[in-house]
């Protein structure tokens, strides 16, 4: 169906290239899995199917891309819309249009395509997807999940039978996400679709695929997911623990789990082991009381009120669309705000007490090289040149410091946003949605940052759908739905007690109460 033969892309002024003489094969029909560690090259690959490396990106790329057997190397990637369709990270960023319906009908416009035939296949891509009653919805008004249907639902309209897909769940909460993989999977089996997508967040799309595609040191390894999971660097968290447990065959579904770890969750039923502590509080953090934040007729914020401790790190979880963006910008000032007031540590909000990190890093990135960022950064923050850097090497190693910021991944992004707000030592750190983009080990170095920052006496509020991160990181949940906060607790009951947020571990070893892969090996060592 798709095959590499021997292709290498450099982009301009690289040492080295990012890939290097891969070839591969991905048979029809296939649900494939693009992994690796962030920054080593999936989304060039993905690229590399469409033409759109090195044609949108500069840099050279040699051997041949082959569809069905036909070379289409030199085909422009307009020309292929009818065979391979493409979603990346964002999907807003790449709509056109202003309303759902219009942007279903615009890709058939450029094709071509009969205006009959055209009405007729909107009416089938909504019906497929099921989002006909967003048909006259405004695109900005949508949900993340909601986004990630449309933009799906715009490229299946031409008809393609290769779908590519660049993080298609890394913003979106449990439920959406689980669509969205659900989607992907029924469109594979019931359709025949060929699907190829990069996912961080491997936990949530392995045990759907055919294959796995590893992409680390430049070079491309395939095969079947438990023979390449075997050996990867990055493995979601209920691998990590097979393997750690020498578990054979390799699980990955929570079922296989459960049947594995049957003895020792017995065990542990009859006699639970010992759970870390909750961590104190060291003080008075942040309160935000009766924040209304509104925008037109729409109420995204009712009257909440949130407190986050100093020395804790504090999750904001719930659905895509419940206001938890729109109540970080109110708490950070930048944000508009209707109504309520915010104070940190019991004084008054003062613009340079809080640091927000948004879910667009690159908003935040203007100058020319990452050199200039970090450079920036130091002085701003009055320290030695290269701390900006060190905190960044903690969280993503080998950036280019000659790069321009935009051309990074969303990870590295994300990661160089991440270092230049911590740089400033703010009383409160606000984040929203910060392992988008980011692998296991990148998400390890920012739990180990973060609580850095808690026990420093920091305020630390994270605005995530990553409840494995929530697990490694969080010491209270707040939940958050439909504006309003309805929920909060320390971390280890609101996981347990929630379906959609337990982790593999606590679903692996449900009703103990262990939630990460450290806490069962720590659990192990003690009995």
């Known amino acids: 169906m798709i095959e590499l033969q021997h292709v290498s892309v450099t982009y301009p002024d690289a040492a080295q290239p990012v890939l290097d003489d891969v070839s591969l094969h991905i048979p029809e029909g296939d649900l494939a899995l693009v992994a ?30 082959l569809l069905d057997g036909t070379d289409i190397t030199a085909t422009a990637p307009r020309e292929l819309a009818d065979r391979i369709g493409y979603v990346g990270q964002n999907p807003l960023a790449g709509f056109v ?88 999977s029924r469109l594979v089996h019931d359709l025949g679709l060929t699907v190829v997508m990069a996912e961080h967040r491997m936990e949530r799309v392995v045990e759907f695929c055919d294959s796995v595609v590893l992409v680390s040191g430049h070079a491309v390894l395939s095969g079947a997911p438990q023979e390449i999971l075997a050996v990867s660097p990055v493995v979601p968290p209920l691998v990590d623990l097979g393997r750690r447990s020498g578990w054979s065959p390799l699980p990955l579904t929570i079922r296989d789990g459960r049947r594995a770890a049957k ?139 000659d790069q321009h910021p935009r051309d990074l991944s969303e990870g590295q992004k994300l990661a160089l946003v991440l270092a230049i707000q911590l740089a400033r030592s703010p009383e409160v750190v606000l984040l929203d949605e910060p ?28 605005a995530t759908h990553d409840a494995e991160f929530i697990a490694a990181t969080c010491d209270q949940v707040v939940v958050m739905a439909e504006g309003e906060l309805v929920d909060s607790g320390p971390a280890r009951d609101i996981i347990t007690s929630s379906a959609m947020l337990a982790t593999q571990c606590a679903r692996v070893y449900a009703p103990v109460e262990v939630l990460t892969v450290a806490e069962v090996l720590a659990a192990r060592e003690a009995t």
Request: charged residues 20%; glycine residues 12%; contains cysteine.
């Open 36 to 65: 690796g560690p962030t920054g080593c090259g999936k989304s060039t690959l993905l690229g590399c199917l469409t033409n759109l490396v090195p044609r949108f990106t500069g840099g050279r790329r040699t051997g041949k891309v």
């Open 97 to 184: 249009t202003d309303t759902v319906e219009s942007e279903l009908a615009f890709g058939m416009e450029q094709l071509g395509i009969d205006p009959n035939r055209m009405r007729v296949r909107v009416e089938e891509v909504l019906d497929l997807l099921g989002i006909t009653e967003l048909r006259r919805r405004a695109l900005r008004t949508l949900s993340g999940g909601q986004q990630q249907r449309v933009a799906i639902a715009a490229v299946l309209a031409a008809r393609p039978r290769v779908l590519v897909l660049d993080e298609p769940t890394s913003a979106l909460d449990p439920v959406a996400a689980e669509d969205v993989v659900s989607l992907l």
């Open 435 to 462: 392992t988008r983009g980011l692998d296991y080990a990148g998400k390890g170095a920012l739990t180990r940052i973060l609580r850095g920052q808690a026990e420093a006496g920091r305020t630390v509020v994270v």
């Open 263 to 401: 003895a020792e969750r017995v065990r542990w039923r009859e006699s639970p082991p010992v759970l870390p502590a909750p961590q104190e509080a060291s003080g008075d953090g942040l309160v935000a009381e009766g924040i209304v934040v509104t925008y037109g007729s729409l109420v995204a914020v009712r009257g909440a009120t949130l407190t986050a401790h100093a020395g804790h790190v504090t999750a904001l979880v719930g659905r895509n669309g419940c206001g938890k963006s729109s109540l970080l910008w109110a708490c950070h000032g930048a944000g508009t705000r209707k109504a309520g007031s915010v104070t940190v540590a019991g004084r008054p909000y003062a613009s340079g007490n809080i640091a927000l990190v948004p879910q667009t890093a690159s908003d935040l990135l203007y100058l020319a090289t990452v050199a200039e960022e970090l450079e920036l950064a130091d002085a701003d923050a009055g320290l030695p040149t290269g701390s900006t850097a060190a905190i960044l090497d903690q969280l993503v190693q080998g950036i280019d410091r």
